[in-house]
């Protein structure tokens, strides 16, 4: 459904008009502060950040309040896709969306570009980083596609963002990447997909021998630790989302490219070291409604629910991390970025076609989010929600 233009949007596009795409500006500079100064619950407080897209590929960082109010945005050279919250600091990074060659290192509270990475000539990146606990190194995902391994690239954010490590991700085609609650160890999904920069860098070229995988790796030394497969008749589903629970748990969302009617889980838990991955289903209404195909995962505040978004199906779905059960679905059309608020059951989604919404999966309540500049964005898949 296309977008309603209005005069914020029209102003924007003006002004990339004049300066280009890729120009380091930050429009909005209303500021985390100001708006912090205005309200005193600190849900009320909390501030989103998630990669955004305009309507003329124009493609930006961009921060909006609880209400929806947009603070800035940032343009991107090319299409973002998560955002690394770095601890204790204004950083956050903007890795491009796969096969990416730039990641930007930007100030949070104002969307300023404070340092620029490039990918090797035989790398890309792949959308995704996190920062270690001390802030230190950033870790990104990237595909050595001359021969075609993962790659774990490390980065030293205390010396200028010097790239000083790479690690085998044990794997094809790593995607999203956690820390473990120990700080020291981090998980990887494997997706099984090869790609090559030849062939447009986003193409499987190896559906039939797919092998993803669930990997846990020292971050210091790059050791492989821990690592779960899914069972040989589901080598299709590509691991591709996760998100680790306060306790270990790691909850993972799976896209498949098989048919459409195949019948194959989409939504997988495993905790590190004690029992297999372990597949979980909706009911027969709403896994079909997820047209094969997970988006983000989001565990809540008290690590006890977990959402998964299927934004091809219009829906996220609802989990219950402890019985390992199907809790409920909520209806979000093109609804894809997933964050935690601070209270138990409940998240805040973005989708891409601008929306914005407060979610009880406890009540299973939806409400939009009153702030209508939201609505002038087209929102990427991922959503963090930063501490204020």
């Known amino acids: 459904m296309p977008l309603t233009e209005t005069d914020f949007n029209s102003k924007r596009r003006d002004v990339l008009r004049l300066i280009g795409l890729g120009g380091a500006i930050t429009f909005l500079p209303a500021g985390f502060a100001r708006a912090a100064t205005n309200v005193t619950a600190p849900e009320d407080r909390a501030v989103y950040i998630s990669a955004s897209a305009g309507n003329h590929d124009d493609f930006y960082v961009s921060a909006f309040n609880a209400q929806g109010k947009i603070l800035y945005e940032q343009p991107l050279p090319g299409r973002g896709h998560d955002i690394g919250l770095r601890p204790n600091h204004v950083d956050v990074a903007a890795v491009e969306r796969r096969p990416g060659l ?20 035989d790398r890309r990146f792949y959308g995704h980083s996190i920062y270690s606990n001390d802030g230190r190194y950033l870790y990104i995902t990237e595909n050595d596609f001359e021969n075609a391994r993962g790659v774990i690239s490390v980065w030293d954010a205390q010396n200028g963002y010097k790239r000083v490590a790479e690690f085998d991700s044990f794997g094809m085609g790593p995607h999203e990447l956690h820390l ?19 062939f447009d860098g986003r193409t499987p070229l190896n559906i039939d021998t797919m092998a993803p995988n669930l990997t846990v790796i020292n971050r210091q030394t790059g050791e492989k630790l821990y690592q779960t497969r899914l069972k040989d008749d589901w080598h299709k589903l590509s691991i591709r989302h996760i998100d680790v629970a306060r306790d270990g748990t790691i909850a993972t969302g799976f896209q498949y490219h098989g048919g459409l009617n195949d019948e194959v889980p989409l939504v997988g838990i495993w905790k590190p070291g004690k029992t297999d991955l372990h597949a979980l289903e909706a009911p027969n209404t709403v896994q079909y409604r997820m047209r094969q195909y997970c988006g983000s995962v989001r565990f809540d505040a008290s690590g006890s629910v977990f959402a998964i978004s299927c934004p091809r199906g219009g829906v996220i779905t609802f989990w219950d991390a402890q019985n390992h059960t199907f809790l409920t679905n909520i209806a979000a059309p093109d609804g894809c970025g997933l964050a935690a608020t601070n209270r138990k059951g409940e998240f805040v989604g973005t989708s891409g076609l601008g929306d914005g919404w407060r979610m009880d999966a406890l009540n299973r309540k939806r409400e939009e989010l009153p702030d209508d500049s939201l609505k002038s964005l087209k929102w990427d898949n991922h959503l963090q929600r930063v501490a204020t």
Not at 102 to 119: D, F, M, P
Not at 180 to 198: F, Q, R, V, Y
């Open 102 to 121: 730039y990641a930007l290192i930007l100030n949070r509270h104002t969307g300023e570009v404070r340092a620029t990475l490039k990918s090797p000539e």
């Open 180 to 198: 473990l609650p120990d700080g020291e160890s981090i998980a990887i999904a494997n997706g099984g997909l090869k790609t090559h920069p030849d």
